[in-house]
């Protein structure tokens, strides 16, 4: 009999996988885009990341069953809006099915022409999109065309960890970690 310790895997289960995927901590942000005929649309993520530095680039997932995977699979920009630790309430408005999420939100257009979210953390407005299928996602692959930063310094993030959100609650001082 093989008697488990905690040096035997656990079984690639998609429970025990999601578990395990939520043990790495995220930003989180919605990427916008547009239809065809112009209407806004969003959906937060946490799969944002950076790629390249030259030429710019950076990628997010959208599950191919998304009600807006084609919006994202066809349109020829998006912006990923990075999200403060204020805006969880726009975090769970783009992430909840069955409605307009833009029905109360004015979007401010960026440079690209892509709808952009109020008050985010940064901005990138990327165009020239890549996609790449992965298994039942796409990774969408963008060259950052335009940026925006806050001004604020200091903004804070809002952390996806564990299937919730965190706050930063205080930096990290490297330098005392080190010498402690
Ligand atoms: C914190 C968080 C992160 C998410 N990250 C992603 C993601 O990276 N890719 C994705 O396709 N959906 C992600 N989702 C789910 C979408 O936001 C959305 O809820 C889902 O696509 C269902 O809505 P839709 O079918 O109308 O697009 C995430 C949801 C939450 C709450």
Known sequence: MRIPDSRTPDPVLPRRLRAAFGRFAT????????????????????????VS?????????????????????????????????????????FASPGFDRF??????????????????????ECVEPQTVPAGDHDV???????????PDDHAEPLVFFGGGYRFLSTEFQWW?????
Do not use: K, Y
Not at 53 to 67: N, W
Not at 176 to 180: Q, R, V
């Open 27 to 50: 930003g989180v942000a919605v990427v916008t885009a547009a239809t065809p005929d112009g209407t806004p649309v969003g959906m937060t993520v946490n799969s944002f990341t950076s």
């Open 140 to 150: 969408i692959i963008g060259r950052v065309a335009a940026l925006e930063t806050a």
């Open 176 to 180: 005392s970690a080190w010498h402690s």
């Open 103 to 124: 029905d109360t939100i004015e979007p401010r257009e960026g440079s690209t022409g892509v709808p952009l979210l109020p008050s985010a953390l940064a901005v990138f």
């Open 53 to 93: 530095l030259d030429p710019p680039l950076v990628l997010f997932c959208v599950g191919r069953r998304s009600r807006l995977h084609p919006v994202f699979a066809e349109a020829e920009a998006f912006a990923v809006n990075v999200l403060r630790e204020g805006q969880l309430a726009l975090c769970r408005r």
